[in-house]
């Protein structure tokens, strides 16, 4: 039974970038053909596929988000990670990580809020 | 890419059902039988109630179930119960090699 924690700091500076950890328990990453990925939720509004990583490496990113975002995997630490660069007050959400056969994600962590703010 | 279409809102009293669409592409929802719906209450992260186009994962209720025709997904919810108050969201799979959500319908329990 997978679980998923989302870890980061909750306060960004504009033009800063925003780094989110993922990690999981109950199971290795590299020991499962699924997709990692990250979801954002702005407050009052929906949700927003980010991206997601397959153990191997190989990312698939959200072309709106494309030039800003990267997706890493360390299989030793079991975690994911997302880095949002240049980061401005329309990037302020709930950063959730999850896991799935594709993408986007079915299975969720309980999210991080993160603020841009200076 | 653009997100999947669905009602802003639905209604309906306990003990009715009710059907929530998503509407999509042949590139998206109309292509891959990669649909899946998620249930969120207030300040609680969305939990998935279907996959797969109707594929209910353990512990969920047999009241709700999915289907598909052409591009457009739907969800219906049997027996209501104020329980089921909550935003649904759909997603999809795309040809882009990317996912795409649903904008979210408001579910009122009346």
């Known amino acids: 039974h997978l679980q998923l924690q989302e870890s980061g700091p909750g306060l960004v500076k504009p033009s800063e970038t925003l780094s989110l950890t993922c990690t999981v328990s109950g199971g290795s990453i590299s020991g499962r053909s699924y997709y990692w990925g990250w979801i954002r939720q702005s407050p009052g509004k929906g949700l927003e596929w980010i991206g997601s990583?397959?153990?191997?490496?190989?990312?698939y990113y959200n072309p709106s988000l494309k030039s800003r975002v990267t997706i890493s995997v360390d299989t030793s630490k079991n975690q994911f990670s997302l880095k949002l660069s240049s980061v401005t007050a329309a990037d302020t959400a709930v950063y959730y990580c999850?896991?799935?056969?594709?993408?986007?994600?079915?299975?969720w962590g309980q999210g991080t809020l993160v603020t841009v703010s200076s | 890419q653009s997100a999947l279409t669905q009602p802003a809102s639905v209604s309906g009293s306990p003990g009715q059902s009710i059907t929530i669409s998503c509407t999509g592409t042949?590139?998206?929802?109309?292509?891959?039988?990669?649909v899946s719906w998620y249930q969120q209450h207030p300040g609680k992260a969305p939990k998935l109630m279907i996959y797969d186009v109707s594929k209910r994962p353990s512990g969920v209720s047999n009241r709700f179930s999915g289907s598909k025709s052409g591009n457009t997904a739907s969800l219906t919810i049997s027996g209501l119960q104020a329980e089921d108050e909550a935003d649904y969201y759909c997603s999809s799979y795309t040809s882009s090699n990317t996912g795409v959500f649903g904008g979210g319908t408001k579910l009122t329990v009346l």
């Open positions: 042949s590139s998206d929802v109309g292509g891959y039988n990669y």
């Open positions: 990583i397959f153990y191997t490496g190989s990312t």
């Open positions: 999850g896991f799935g056969d594709v993408f986007p994600p079915d299975y």
